[in-house]
């Protein structure tokens, strides 16, 4: 996202606790500045300003496999970060925003009222993300026979 969305026009606005081991590695900000597209991203550690202006909310896992050791201290540090409605409408969020989650998704990410609402478009995401890896499967290993 931070080196695509910008190169294709659209502006991010990215949201994480100020601790700089959440912050995007120099090799990715190495990218991004070769390409020119540092000036369509927005750092913040405020959600609020994170969510301003925007069509889509996105979040991702807080605590990753090989991180469970951290569980508490992301839990803290994350905290106020979990997409809400509240959160969007206080932030500013685009009045249809949409919500999107790489999933596998947990409580404190994203509550029930978005995960499950109608601005979630998780479910779709998923299958588009099925196909987009069948595709390149096709690519890579040759074509598909189907019965």
């Not at 201290?73 to 932030?91: I, Y």
Request: hydrophobic residues 35%; charged residues 30%; aromatic residues 10%.
């Amino acid at each position: 996202m931070l080196v695509t969305y910008p190169r294709l026009g659209h502006k991010l606005r990215v949201g994480t606790p100020s601790n700089p081991k959440y912050h995007a590695p120099s090799a990715v900000w190495d990218k991004i500045k070769e390409v020119n597209c540092e000036k369509g991203i927005f750092w913040t550690d405020d959600p609020r300003e994170a969510v301003h202006g925007a069509d889509v909310v996105v979040t991702d896992t807080w605590i990753s496999m090989g991180q469970e050791h951290e569980k508490s201290q992301r839990l803290k540090e994350f905290n106020g970060f979990q997409v809400t409605k509240k959160l969007c409408k206080e932030g500013g969020a685009n009045p249809n925003w949409k919500f999107l989650h790489c999933l596998s998704r947990k409580e404190h990410e994203v509550d029930d009222e978005v995960f499950h609402g109608p601005r979630s478009l998780v479910f779709p995401e998923a299958e588009n993300r099925k196909w987009t890896i069948m595709a390149m499967f096709d690519q890579i290993f040759g074509h598909w026979k189907l019965r």
